[in-house]
């Protein structure tokens, strides 16, 4: 479903495929949710493994957004994410990654 060619990444949220992807208007909000930091200061948490549930969650409502979700981070306090914390940890990482180069 999602091209990685494009930088999207699929997500399943409560069984239901989702497709995120980082675009700059996504990367822009996503950066204003930070409060302090820069997206660069992200990446290298995510990078390092220090990344937290807030940054993992930032990065997935940002992705879902980009991919035309008009939702908020509140909208998936209960929602079922396919992996858990460590699957969304995963869908994060995978779309900075995408967002800033291009699928090897």
């Known amino acids: 479903m999602a091209n990685p060619w ?5 997500v399943q949220i409560d069984g239901k495929p989702c497709v995120c992807k980082l675009t ?10 930070l409060g302090e930091g820069s997206l660069v200061e992200l990446i290298r948490r995510f990078e390092g493994g ?6 993992v969650m930032a990065v997935i409502v940002a992705g879902l957004r980009g991919g035309g979700w ?7 306090i209960a ?5 858990g914390p ?9 779309l900075l990654a995408r967002a800033f180069a291009p699928p090897s």
Do not use: H, Y
């Not at 220090?50 to 940054?55: E, I, M, P």
């Not at 460590?86 to 995978?94: H, L, R, S």
């Open 6 to 10: 494009t930088g999207e990444v699929t």
């Open 24 to 33: 700059l208007g996504a990367l822009a909000e996503l950066e204003g949710s």
């Open 50 to 55: 220090a990344f937290s549930g807030r940054d």
């Open 70 to 76: 008009i939702g908020t981070a509140s909208d998936l």
């Open 79 to 83: 929602a079922e994410i396919e992996g």
């Open 86 to 94: 460590v699957g969304a940890a995963k869908a994060a990482a995978t």
